[in-house]
């Protein structure tokens, strides 16, 4: 099992570009999220999905779009970059059981935008 | 609403002292707790989690963590670290029945020699 991956591990935007995020499980995982994190806040939710096809809004979601168009699958995308959105982003997921609320992350995207 | 407290933001240890994070949590009913670490460069990796019963649970890599629900609190121990024990510690509370866990702002753990 890979568990959760991330693609890519490293991007540097310029201010306007865009980009998606791809984040993929083989465990058969409901949940996915995306979280950003940034120096002394701890990790923020940005998005969420319980199934496929169903995304929800986090903490901080304003310039960020998801999707979930495969239930292994969890798009983030940003459609116009900001340097405010220069941060290490983390996608994670757990499954639906009861008492299995753990959450399992991946590796990071260290994103840059100038 | 959920929330949780790490009040350190850096501890130094020396190599084969003992430790202790501390993270207090407040939400109103019985919550799941749980400990995270992630080393440099890494995602996180769960240590232990915190669901019902004993009070005093045990997690990987010889770490501990004791709920005590009077003090809302959730703090993690371990009885002599070693240098690969240098990592930012994250405690994080779920509600029952909600998938969405609210993690604490991190304690960074330096090892001196």
């Known amino acids: 099992n890979a568990g959760v991956t991330q693609t890519p591990k490293f991007r540097v935007l310029k201010t306007g570009q865009s980009m998606t995020l791809l984040c993929a499980q083989d465990?058969?995982?409901?949940?996915m999220y995306w979280y950003r994190q940034d120096p002394g806040m701890g990790l923020r939710l940005i998005h969420y999905?319980?199934?496929?096809?169903?995304?929800a809004k986090g903490e901080v979601p304003d310039g960020y779009n998801v999707s979930r168009l495969k239930k292994q699958n969890f798009l983030l995308g940003l459609e116009s970059a900001a340097p405010s959105q220069t941060s290490v982003y983390f996608c994670?997921?757990?499954?639906?059981?009861?008492?299995?609320?753990?959450?399992?992350f991946g590796p990071g995207t260290r994103l840059t935008v100038t | 609403a959920q929330s949780v407290t790490q009040p350190d933001i850096h501890i130094t240890v020396s190599e084969g002292a003992s430790l202790e994070l501390r993270c207090n949590y407040s939400y109103g009913a019985t919550p799941y707790l749980f400990w995270y670490v992630q080393s440099p460069g890494q995602g996180l990796q769960l240590l232990l989690k915190y669901f019902s019963g004993d009070t005093l649970v045990q997690g990987i890599k010889g770490f501990e963590a004791e709920f005590k629900r009077s003090q809302s609190s959730f703090n993690l121990r371990k009885p002599s670290v070693h240098w690969s024990d240098a990592a930012e510690y994250f405690c994080?509370?779920?509600?029952?029945?909600?998938?969405?866990?609210?993690f604490g702002t991190g304690t960074r753990l330096t090892i001196i020699p």
């Open positions: 465990m058969n995982h409901e949940y």
């Open positions: 994080a509370v779920g509600p029952f029945g909600n998938e969405k866990l609210t």
């Open positions: 999905s319980v199934g496929e096809g169903t995304t």
């Open positions: 994670a997921s757990n499954s639906r059981g009861v008492g299995q609320y753990e959450q399992y």
